[in-house]
């Protein structure tokens, strides 16, 4: 592992200590998100840190930003992170799920050239990038990162990137805990009504409220009120946690075969 030869300063390993040991404090993803940003943000020295969701199959990305600032709109911030070198590196079959450095990817001035550093970066003169990827599901090119941001002049080290190495097993670990706490609720579907689940299995295909209600013969507004029990039932709050959600209940049901290809 590149990262390995690396020395991790011991601010590093008393940060990751510190995100163990918030398991039993947090209840909610955005609790576990605020704190582990600004606690990562703290460690690997990053003047703005974002949480990003992104499902490339339905053309959605959503950002949590610390500190705050005002964001594009939707879909503009959707097509901005969707067209990022790093979300397509890291939500590819073949991209693994390792903690990535921009400039690995692309070339500065390429990347600065670009409606995704305009719309995300060119007012806030970041130029250097971290990223930690925690889940990824590759067959729907989806996945949650964490991502770190310098201003000029302040380099990302290797150094850096053997922490996000040590940091990513501890925020994994949390997010698969707070999916597991999900999937452990009510009895296998987590108290879904058949047609709560039916409306979820076409959410994670990325249809809107009007085309389920069409498929469904239901009104949209009955959609969304179907689709506000399921976020309830599932301890989510958008599309994006709902459908990597299913997909992963839909992965532990038909697991690899032995070669490693799904059933038929």
């Known amino acids: 592992m590149r990262a390995a030869a690396a020395q991790v300063p011991d601010r590093i390993y008393r940060a990751a200590l510190t995100l163990a040991w918030m398991i039993g ?3 909610t993803e955005s609790e576990l998100v605020q704190a582990a940003c600004e606690t990562m943000s703290t460690a690997v020295g990053a003047e703005y840190t974002a949480f990003n969701r992104v499902d490339l199959s339905a053309g959605t990305a959503q950002a949590d930003m610390l500190p705050r600032f005002e964001l594009p709109s939707e879909p503009d911030l959707a097509s901005a992170i969707s067209n990022h070198p790093a979300t397509r590196a890291i939500t590819s079959a073949d991209g693994g799920c390792r903690p990535l450095l921009l ?6 001035p390429t990347f600065r050239a670009t409606p995704t550093y305009e719309t ?25 990162v964490y991502t770190f941001n310098r201003l000029r002049g302040q380099c990302f080290t290797e ?4 922490a996000a190495y040590l940091l990513q097993g ?5 997010h698969a805990l707070r999916a597991a ?17 039916d409306i979820l299995h076409l959410l994670s295909e990325g ?5 389920m209600g069409r498929a469904l013969r239901i009104s949209p507004r009955t959609v969304q009120v179907h689709i506000g029990n399921i976020y309830t039932k599932l301890g989510v709050h958008d599309r994006l946690q709902a459908a990597l959600w299913f997909l992963e209940r839909e992965e532990r049901s038909n697991p690899p075969s032995a070669a490693g290809l799904s059933e038929p």
């Open 170 to 174: 501890v925020l994994a670990a949390h």
């Open 120 to 144: 995300l970066l060119g007012t806030r003169g970041v130029e250097h990038q971290l990223l930690i990827p925690v889940r990824v599901h590759s067959a729907r090119r989806a996945g949650l």
């Open 207 to 211: 249809l809107t409220a009007a085309a």
């Open 159 to 162: 150094t850096d990137l053997a």
């Open 181 to 197: 706490s999900h999937h452990a609720t009510g009895t296998g579907t987590t108290g879904l009504t058949r047609r709560e689940n």
């Open 103 to 108: 400039r690995d990817l692309v070339d500065w």
């Open 25 to 27: 404090d947090v209840r």
